[in-house]
Protein backbone atom coordinates (compact mmCIF):
# COMPACT_ATOMS: atom_id res chain seq x y z
CA UNK A 1 0.00 0.00 0.00
CA UNK A 2 1.57 3.08 -0.86
CA UNK A 3 1.24 6.10 1.52
CA UNK A 4 -0.31 8.60 0.04
CA UNK A 5 -3.57 7.92 -2.58
CA UNK A 6 -4.73 10.40 -5.21
CA UNK A 7 -7.15 9.30 -8.19
CA UNK A 8 -4.84 10.71 -11.19
CA UNK A 9 -8.04 11.40 -13.23
CA UNK A 10 -8.54 12.93 -15.43
CA UNK A 11 -11.22 15.16 -14.09
CA UNK A 12 -12.79 17.74 -16.58
CA UNK A 13 -15.30 20.49 -15.98
CA UNK A 14 -16.93 23.13 -17.17
CA UNK A 15 -15.80 26.87 -15.99
CA UNK A 16 -17.88 27.99 -13.05
CA UNK A 17 -17.89 24.40 -11.46
CA UNK A 18 -17.16 23.50 -8.11
CA UNK A 19 -14.05 20.99 -8.06
CA UNK A 20 -13.27 18.45 -5.32
CA UNK A 21 -9.45 16.80 -5.19
CA UNK A 22 -9.06 14.22 -2.48
CA UNK A 23 -6.06 12.06 -1.23
CA UNK A 24 -5.98 9.39 1.57
CA UNK A 25 -3.16 8.94 3.58
CA UNK A 26 -1.62 5.74 5.57
CA UNK A 27 0.78 7.26 8.07
CA UNK A 28 -0.92 8.47 10.76
CA UNK A 29 2.29 10.27 11.69
CA UNK A 30 1.33 12.82 9.20
CA UNK A 31 0.56 16.31 10.84
CA UNK A 32 0.96 18.89 7.77
CA UNK A 33 -0.51 18.79 4.85
CA UNK A 34 -0.29 20.32 1.11
CA UNK A 35 -1.68 21.32 -2.01
CA UNK A 36 0.54 21.99 -4.83
CA UNK A 37 -0.47 22.69 -8.44
CA UNK A 38 2.08 21.63 -11.54
CA UNK A 39 1.58 23.05 -15.05
CA UNK A 40 2.71 20.80 -17.24
CA UNK A 41 6.69 20.56 -17.75
CA UNK A 42 7.19 23.01 -14.89
CA UNK A 43 7.51 22.83 -10.72
CA UNK A 44 5.21 22.44 -8.62
CA UNK A 45 3.41 25.61 -6.89
CA UNK A 46 2.42 25.35 -2.97
CA UNK A 47 -1.09 26.64 -2.98
CA UNK A 48 -2.26 25.20 0.58
CA UNK A 49 -0.53 24.53 3.56
CA UNK A 50 -2.35 23.21 6.73
CA UNK A 51 -1.77 21.77 10.12
CA UNK A 52 -3.61 19.14 12.09
CA UNK A 53 -7.18 18.72 11.01
CA UNK A 54 -9.52 21.18 10.39
CA UNK A 55 -10.88 23.69 7.21
CA UNK A 56 -8.37 26.64 5.69
CA UNK A 57 -9.70 28.82 3.18
CA UNK A 58 -7.96 30.89 0.47
CA UNK A 59 -9.51 32.62 -1.95
CA UNK A 60 -11.46 29.98 -4.33
CA UNK A 61 -8.96 27.10 -2.85
CA UNK A 62 -10.40 25.78 0.54
CA UNK A 63 -8.46 22.92 1.52
CA UNK A 64 -10.20 20.10 4.81
CA UNK A 65 -8.27 17.63 6.40
CA UNK A 66 -9.81 14.80 8.23
CA UNK A 67 -7.05 12.73 10.60
CA UNK A 68 -9.80 10.59 11.98
CA UNK A 69 -10.17 9.37 8.32
CA UNK A 70 -6.76 10.16 7.40
CA UNK A 71 -8.72 12.01 4.60
CA UNK A 72 -7.65 15.49 2.70
CA UNK A 73 -9.48 17.31 0.43
CA UNK A 74 -9.20 20.82 -2.24
CA UNK A 75 -12.10 22.75 -3.43
CA UNK A 76 -11.99 25.52 -5.92
CA UNK A 77 -14.99 27.19 -6.32
CA UNK A 78 -15.92 29.03 -9.16
CA UNK A 79 -13.12 27.03 -11.53
CA UNK A 80 -11.42 28.81 -14.35
CA UNK A 81 -9.88 27.41 -17.60
CA UNK A 82 -6.55 28.81 -15.93
CA UNK A 83 -6.89 26.33 -13.13
CA UNK A 84 -6.55 23.45 -15.81
CA UNK A 85 -3.23 22.26 -14.04
CA UNK A 86 -2.07 18.39 -12.37
CA UNK A 87 -2.91 18.84 -8.67
CA UNK A 88 -0.73 16.50 -6.30
CA UNK A 89 -1.04 16.16 -2.62
CA UNK A 90 1.70 16.25 -0.33
CA UNK A 91 2.03 15.61 3.32
CA UNK A 92 4.57 15.39 6.01
CA UNK A 93 5.28 14.60 9.41
CA UNK A 94 7.17 18.07 10.29
CA UNK A 95 6.60 21.54 10.09
CA UNK A 96 8.68 23.38 11.78
CA UNK A 97 11.46 21.49 10.58
CA UNK A 98 12.28 20.03 7.18
CA UNK A 99 11.54 17.01 6.28
CA UNK A 100 10.69 14.71 3.41
CA UNK A 101 7.24 15.54 1.98
CA UNK A 102 5.21 12.14 0.59
CA UNK A 103 3.00 13.24 -2.55
CA UNK A 104 0.25 11.59 -4.03
CA UNK A 105 0.35 10.95 -7.93
CA UNK A 106 -1.48 13.98 -9.20
CA UNK A 107 -5.25 14.48 -10.36
CA UNK A 108 -4.93 16.35 -13.89
CA UNK A 109 -7.91 18.51 -14.22
CA UNK A 110 -9.55 20.31 -17.19
CA UNK A 111 -11.68 22.94 -16.62
CA UNK A 112 -13.49 24.03 -19.99
CA UNK A 113 -14.75 27.31 -20.90
CA UNK B 1 8.12 34.88 -8.29
CA UNK B 2 10.13 32.36 -8.71
CA UNK B 3 12.64 31.76 -5.60
CA UNK B 4 14.13 28.13 -6.50
CA UNK B 5 16.27 28.46 -10.23
CA UNK B 6 16.67 25.64 -12.02
CA UNK B 7 18.98 25.24 -15.25
CA UNK B 8 18.65 23.80 -17.59
CA UNK B 9 14.90 24.02 -18.24
CA UNK B 10 15.19 20.81 -20.64
CA UNK B 11 18.20 18.91 -22.43
CA UNK B 12 19.18 16.10 -25.05
CA UNK B 13 21.87 14.19 -25.08
CA UNK B 14 23.25 11.00 -26.21
CA UNK B 15 23.50 8.12 -24.40
CA UNK B 16 26.55 7.35 -22.41
CA UNK B 17 27.12 10.96 -21.67
CA UNK B 18 26.84 13.29 -18.69
CA UNK B 19 24.46 16.41 -18.11
CA UNK B 20 24.57 18.38 -15.04
CA UNK B 21 21.49 19.97 -13.31
CA UNK B 22 21.76 23.37 -11.64
CA UNK B 23 19.20 24.37 -8.81
CA UNK B 24 20.08 27.86 -7.08
CA UNK B 25 18.44 29.30 -4.33
CA UNK B 26 17.92 32.88 -5.16
CA UNK B 27 17.97 35.55 -2.31
CA UNK B 28 18.30 33.34 0.63
CA UNK B 29 20.82 30.42 1.72
CA UNK B 30 19.95 26.71 1.49
CA UNK B 31 22.19 24.55 3.51
CA UNK B 32 19.79 21.52 2.69
CA UNK B 33 17.98 20.93 -1.11
CA UNK B 34 16.06 18.23 -2.21
CA UNK B 35 16.20 16.23 -5.97
CA UNK B 36 13.25 14.56 -6.97
CA UNK B 37 12.43 12.35 -10.60
CA UNK B 38 8.90 12.90 -11.61
CA UNK B 39 8.04 10.29 -14.63
CA UNK B 40 4.76 11.11 -16.80
CA UNK B 41 1.70 10.78 -14.43
CA UNK B 42 3.52 9.48 -12.09
CA UNK B 43 3.81 11.09 -8.41
CA UNK B 44 7.68 13.02 -7.54
CA UNK B 45 10.34 11.00 -6.07
CA UNK B 46 12.69 11.88 -3.80
CA UNK B 47 15.97 10.57 -4.86
CA UNK B 48 18.33 12.59 -2.62
CA UNK B 49 18.96 15.19 -0.20
CA UNK B 50 21.61 17.80 -0.91
CA UNK B 51 23.52 18.94 2.56
CA UNK B 52 25.75 21.86 1.78
CA UNK B 53 29.54 20.60 3.00
CA UNK B 54 28.26 16.82 3.24
CA UNK B 55 27.79 13.96 1.58
CA UNK B 56 24.18 13.50 0.10
CA UNK B 57 21.74 11.48 1.67
CA UNK B 58 20.55 9.14 -0.99
CA UNK B 59 16.76 7.36 -1.10
CA UNK B 60 16.67 3.58 -1.37
CA UNK B 61 17.42 2.23 -5.14
CA UNK B 62 18.60 5.44 -6.08
CA UNK B 63 22.32 4.71 -7.19
CA UNK B 64 24.80 7.37 -5.76
CA UNK B 65 27.77 6.79 -8.40
CA UNK B 66 25.17 7.36 -10.76
CA UNK B 67 23.52 10.16 -9.86
CA UNK B 68 26.12 12.89 -8.19
CA UNK B 69 25.50 15.97 -6.05
CA UNK B 70 27.44 18.70 -5.27
CA UNK B 71 26.50 21.20 -2.67
CA UNK B 72 29.19 22.99 -2.13
CA UNK B 73 27.35 26.57 -1.86
CA UNK B 74 24.46 27.39 0.34
CA UNK B 75 23.15 28.85 -2.81
CA UNK B 76 24.01 25.88 -5.40
CA UNK B 77 23.20 22.18 -5.57
CA UNK B 78 24.34 19.91 -8.68
CA UNK B 79 22.83 16.85 -9.92
CA UNK B 80 25.10 15.17 -12.90
CA UNK B 81 23.50 12.06 -14.49
CA UNK B 82 26.59 10.08 -15.64
CA UNK B 83 26.32 8.01 -18.07
CA UNK B 84 22.84 8.56 -19.20
CA UNK B 85 20.75 5.42 -20.35
CA UNK B 86 17.40 6.12 -22.19
CA UNK B 87 15.92 4.69 -18.50
CA UNK B 88 17.17 7.82 -17.11
CA UNK B 89 14.47 10.13 -19.40
CA UNK B 90 12.28 11.67 -16.67
CA UNK B 91 11.25 15.59 -15.86
CA UNK B 92 14.18 15.99 -12.73
CA UNK B 93 13.05 18.71 -10.10
CA UNK B 94 14.32 20.51 -7.42
CA UNK B 95 13.13 22.34 -3.81
CA UNK B 96 14.90 24.13 -1.18
CA UNK B 97 13.25 26.11 1.54
CA UNK B 98 13.11 29.71 2.61
CA UNK B 99 12.77 29.27 5.93
CA UNK B 100 14.50 25.75 6.81
CA UNK B 101 10.91 24.22 7.20
CA UNK B 102 8.24 22.52 5.15
CA UNK B 103 5.87 25.48 5.01
CA UNK B 104 8.21 27.49 2.98
CA UNK B 105 9.46 24.92 0.62
CA UNK B 106 9.68 26.13 -2.65
CA UNK B 107 10.25 24.03 -6.13
CA UNK B 108 12.35 24.83 -9.24
CA UNK B 109 10.46 25.21 -12.78
CA UNK B 110 12.07 21.31 -13.23
CA UNK B 111 14.33 19.70 -15.74
CA UNK B 112 13.29 17.59 -19.01
CA UNK B 113 16.03 15.22 -19.82
CA UNK B 114 15.70 12.92 -22.83
CA UNK B 115 18.44 10.64 -23.34
CA UNK B 116 18.92 9.40 -26.94
Known amino acids: QKEVEQDPGPLSVPEGAIVSLNCTYS??????FMWYRQYSRKGPELLMY????GNKEDGRFTAQVDKSSKYISLFIRDSQPSDSATYLC?????????????FGRGTQLTVWP | GAVVSQHPSWVICKSGTSVKIECRSL??????MFWYRQFPKQSLMLMAT?????????EQGVEKDKFLINHASLTLSTLTVTSAHPEDSSFYIC????????????FGSGTQLSVL
Open chain 2, 95 to 106: SASVTGTNEKLF
Open chain 1, 27 to 32: NSAFQY
Open chain 1, 50 to 53: TYSS
Open chain 1, 90 to 102: AMSDRGSTLGRLY
Open chain 2, 27 to 32: DFQATT
Open chain 2, 50 to 58: SNEGSKATY
